[in-house]
């Protein structure tokens, strides 16, 4: 029983190595990787700031400062990930992502300069600025999924 475990595993182990042989499909995996990576984080923090402008969590300035700031900092990351040939993979990222690279770049500066006004927003103190400025920055979100995402 040990026995035929190990074997196993080891022809998982060698399958999943002969998957990824080359170095160009790993680099093409590690960039979808890096990019999802980003974007998932980016979401916990925006949606901590969407809890709070909604009332379903206390006004803390201080956290959404900080909140804001890493949002900033995120909103830089995932687009070194949308590298050449990675629209191919485990990415719901559309063809024309790599077609109407200069619109889907527009998207990206856009929640760039979002992502400032939301801190600027946050360091006011004033919740109801803050919620603009949050839900201007989703509807960058929300249009950018609606062109370049699947599903
Ligand atoms: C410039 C376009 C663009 C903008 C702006 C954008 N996204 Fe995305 N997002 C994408 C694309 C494309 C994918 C699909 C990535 C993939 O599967 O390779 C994605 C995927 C995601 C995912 C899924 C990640 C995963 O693990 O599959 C989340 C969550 C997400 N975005 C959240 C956000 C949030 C929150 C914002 C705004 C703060 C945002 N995105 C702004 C293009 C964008």
Known sequence: MKNLL???L???????????ANAQDRKIEQAIKHRKAAFTLMATYVNRMVQTV??????DVKRMI??????????????????EGSEHGDTRAKDDTWF??????????????KSV?????????????????????????????????KG
């Open 66 to 83: 900080q909140d804001a700031r890493t949002v900033e900092l995120l909103s830089k990351l995932p687009w070194e990930g949308f590298v």
């Open 54 to 59: 909604e009332g379903h969590r206390p006004f």
């Open 10 to 20: 080891l022809s998982a182990s060698l399958l999943l190595q002969s998957g990824s």
């Open 117 to 149: 006004r939301v801190t600027a927003a946050a360091e006011s103190g004033d919740l109801k600025q803050l919620s603009n400025a949050v839900g201007q920055m989703r509807e960058v979100c929300n249009g950018c999924h609606k062109v370049f995402r």
């Open 100 to 113: 109407e690279r200069d619109r889907f770049d527009r998207y990206a500066n856009e929640l760039q300069a």
């Open 6 to 8: 190990k074997l196993l």
